[in-house]
């Protein structure tokens, strides 16, 4: 693979112009993959013979988990590459996937707590991997803070990037230290490629097919949330260009 | 480095409200306790590990926008950005100072505010150790908070928010730690744990705060 094509999209013009076509198709995805992956699971699925119509509820409470710790890798990544070799495209990529992500971790919560409470008899326990979630949600707001309070926008990128990194150490810190503290009530992973099967198969196609929504959308939405952010920093520029004119 | 640490002891002593503050937190927390969960001496002794860990952890973080906050108004710590010294070294003795003025008075109190608690006389020793090995984390891990929020002018609040959640591994097994000694099982794993985690974090976490001090002071 040649690295080189990857960079060129660090150009914000370049950026733009590539988004311009591409945006539209993985939203268009996104949205037919949501509709599709839920209706076929809320309408066309049975219902768990213990479970009844709440097993329906993966289908949102999975993808979003997903998503939720997905996204916080993905700024992981972008914060290394503005700290490797200061795009700013990728800053504000990791500044536009913060509050998709918290988004994600807070449906995944609220789903959760919807079906525990027939299933488990609670809206919430000190579960680790809902505690673990928790803290998640936590990480990003810190991280959202950060970049809410900085008003320089390179030093606000610099600060950020490097709580991101020290964070994702201290989040799959806290991930183990949890388990250690509490034992768990939530079931085993869903998903995991090294099993034979996971879910039953009439669970499993749709579920998939949200998932891909889910990854679609979150795509969708950073790019989009991403072309906001160089628009609005371009529009500051020339604010202050013309005041500086004037 | 030595006269540094020196002076940073010195400011904390005759500064005033630095040095005792966070010991009188320390005891205000531990007394409002039994006003809020009542005065049965058997709840109060199954929690207290817990509360004297959050006590402690609660008066570590009101004192960390001091460590930066005073040196960046009068531009002192621009000269000691500029000093020989490496800012890596300027960070950790930084902390250093911190755990001295606040962290090791805590530790020493904690025995005392335990009484009050009315602990079981087995949890006092792995109560005090846990403290000892776990409270340089929380000095370390809030001096790179503090070096994050050192430009903003109203940075108390954001640091709490985000040095909070990286107390949490620590609080975790510090807790643990006392809780499982309180009740006389094993404390070895915490143990280890909380040691790993605060060597773990004294050898790699001045290197961010450094980075972090340079681009504030850029």
Redesign the interface.
Known sequence: MNLNTLWAYANPKKFIQTTDRVLPWVAGLAALALVLGLIWGFFFTPEDYRQGSTVKIIYLHVPSALMAINAWLMMLVTSLVWIVRRHHVSALAARAAAPVGMVMTVIALITGAIWGQPMWGTWWAWDPRLTSFL?LF??Y??YI??WE??ENDD?AA??TS??C???SV??L??RY??N??NQGLHQGASLSLDKEENVADVFWYPLLVCIAGFVLLFVALVLLRTRTEIRARRMRVLLARERMGA | MIALLIRDFRLAMRAGGGFGLGLAFFLIVVTLVPFGVGPQSALLATIAPGILWLGALLSCLLSLDRIFALDWEDGSLDLLATSPLPMEAIVTVKALAHWVTTGLPLVLAAPVFALLLNMPAAGYQPLVLSLLLGTPALSVIGTFGAALTVGLKRGGLLLSLLVLPLYVPTLIFGAEMARRGAEGFDTTTPLLMLAGITCGTIALLPFASAAVLRVNLR
């Open positions: 803290i936590l990480f707001l810190g803070a950060l309070a900085i030093t610099d600060l490097i709580l990194l020290v964070g201290f989040a810190l806290s230290a949890v250690f503290w």
